[in-house]
T-cell receptor
Framework: KAGVTQTPRYLIKTRGQQVTLSCSPI?????VSWYQQTPGQGLQFLFE???????NKGNFPGRFSGRQFSNSRSEMNVSTLELGDSALYLC?????????????FGPGTRLTVT | GENVEQHPSTLSVQEGDSAVIKCTYS??????FPWYKQELGKRPQLIID?????GEKKDQRIAVTLNKTAKHFSLHITETQPEDSAVYFC????????????FGKGITLSVRP
């Protein structure tokens, strides 16, 4: 099976702009979770989507949003970018049959905000 | 919410020695504890996990132990090799189909050849 893929891999944006990141899960996986990774805060949970519905949400401002499509692909959007949003954004997919399920990560999107 | 602490933050061992990385968690409702290995510039890779109905799990040179009473779990790597050098993250997840993982800050393991 192909692994989790994310596009784009690298992105440079300016403060105030918005950005959309994409994640394609492993075939058959219906749950997609998003995490932000920074040197200072480590890996922090943003949100999880399952069957096109947000099932869990972390402690991030409303500028961070996401959605999931019927083919389980997911996008996350960050509006009004701030310098502090510079991070590696990782998505992870899981087969939502086991409870809790094993999660497999994509390669991430490196976002730099200038 | 859950809080996962990982210590030490760095660990250096001689090739062939064993390495032990410890994590503590705060939420007694957590029942799933995965370990991820992240090499420089690469994605976190699931290397082993344990569920709360099991006390120990082994997979070749790696093992994980769980002490629910003390709320801590540990990763054991035996016969370390230079390719084991990486950042290791522990995580915890609550019961149910919840996919929210709370991660520790990570430990950098260096294996000296």
């Amino acid at each position: 099976k192909a692994g989790v893929t994310q596009t784009p891999r690298y992105l440079i944006k300016t403060r105030g702009q918005q950005v959309t990141l994409s994640c394609s899960p492993i075939s058959g996986h219906r749950s997609v979770s998003w995490y932000q990774q920074t040197p200072g805060q480590g890996l922090q949970f943003l949100f999880e989507y399952f069957s096109e519905t947000q099932r869990n949400k972390g402690n991030f401002p409303g500028r961070f949003s996401g959605r999931q499509f019927s083919n389980s692909r997911s996008e996350m959007n960050v509006s009004t970018l701030e310098l502090g949003d510079s991070a590696l954004y990782l998505c992870a997919s899981s087969f939502a049959g086991a409870a809790p399920p094993e999660q497999y990560f994509g390669p991430g999107t490196r976002l730099t905000v200038t | 919410g859950e809080n996962v602490e990982q210590h030490p933050s760095t660990l250096s061992v001689q090739e062939g020695d064993s390495a032990v990385i410890k994590c503590t968690y705060s939420d007694s409702a957590s029942n799933y504890f995965p370990w991820y290995k992240q090499e420089l510039g690469k994605r976190p890779q699931l290397i082993i996990d344990i569920r709360s109905n099991v006390g120990e799990k082994k997979d070749q040179r790696i093992a994980v132990t769980l002490n629910k009473t003390a709320k801590h779990f540990s990763l054991h790597i035996t016969e370390t090799q230079p390719e084991d050098s990486a950042v290791y993250f522990c995580a915890a997840s609550e019961s149910g189909a919840n996919s929210k993982l709370t991660f520790g800050k990570g430990i950098t393991l260096s294996v000296r050849p």
